[in-house]
């Protein structure tokens, strides 16, 4: 599938937000995505761990609106999120790409009166793309899943030897599925190899090679398989 990053290019320089967090999230080692704020980042790092999501934009697009004063103005929203179809098997259900905008909700309530012509030009503008115009607050960004892959990210830079790796994704291959705390147990048998079995279950899971359902609480008795969906699993 093509990349609307292939398309769509940020439509303003990056800047420092004084007051604010800013900076570069290298998303997936392909490419870095600007950010503004800590909302703005967590919500790039919840994309990064979900495998639907093919391609994320950070201020692609510049959308004319009137504002309540009736001025003409211009407004960015903050990413494009592209999704996978390769799940689909209904052209109807293809997911389609997503217009964010990322706003603390005391913003949202404090200034809705000024926020809503932007928002209902960015909505017209993302139907006549056949595209969808989200707003995500706190309240909708840290769910269970945020708090998981919050959990995981510790992990990723875990050194897994290549060798233990192999072992553990081949028996877990072998079985179906098993627990964070069951497969080091089923390969080793003396307390250390399997304590260290378990930090590399965990380091597997955050680099996505082996999958689990991360809308539910993450404990030692998590279910775990291979992951089977997640093309560049491995590769990370």
């Given at each position: 599938m093509k990349k609307l990053s292939d398309e769509y290019l940020p439509v303003?320089?990056?800047?420092?937000?004084?007051?604010?967090?800013?900076?570069?999230?290298?998303?997936?080692?392909?490419?870095?995505?600007?950010?503004e704020s800590t909302l703005e980042r967590d919500f790039i790092l919840k994309q990064e761990f979900n495998n639907n999501v093919i391609d994320v934009i950070g201020q692609p697009v510049v959308i004319p609106y009137i504002t309540e004063l009736g001025n003409q103005s211009t407004y960015t929203p903050d990413f494009l999120v592209q999704f996978s179809s390769s799940n689909c098997d209904d052209f109807e259900d293809f997911p389609v790409p997503m217009l964010i905008e990322i706003k603390p909700k005391k913003k949202l309530v404090e200034d809705w009166d000024k926020l809503k012509p932007k928002f209902r030009a960015a909505h017209r503008f993302a139907a006549d793309k056949g595209w969808k115009f989200k707003i995500i607050s706190e309240t909708r960004l840290y769910d269970q899943?945020?708090?998981?892959?919050?959990?995981?990210?510790?992990?990723?830079?875990?050194?897994?030897?290549?060798?233990?790796?192999?072992?553990?994704l081949d028996t877990l291959q072998k079985l179906g599925q098993s627990t964070i705390n069951q497969l080091p147990a089923h390969l080793f048998k003396d307390k250390t190899n399997v304590l260290?079995?378990?930090?590399?279950?965990?380091?597997?899971?955050?680099?996505?090679?082996?999958?689990?359902?991360?809308?539910?609480?993450?404990?030692?008795?998590?279910?775990?398989?291979?992951?089977?969906?997640?093309?560049?699993?491995?590769?990370?």
């Open positions: 303003r320089k990056a800047q420092t937000v004084y007051g604010s967090i800013s900076g570069n999230y290298a998303f997936r080692g392909e490419k870095t995505i600007w950010f899943y945020w708090e998981n892959i919050n959990f995981l990210k510790k992990f990723r830079r875990s050194h897994v030897d290549a060798v233990d790796q192999q072992l553990l260290k079995g378990i930090h590399q279950v965990w380091a597997l899971v955050a680099k996505r090679m082996i999958a689990c359902d991360l809308y539910c609480p993450l404990t030692a008795e998590t279910v775990i398989w291979v992951n089977q969906d997640d093309a560049f699993a491995r590769n990370i």
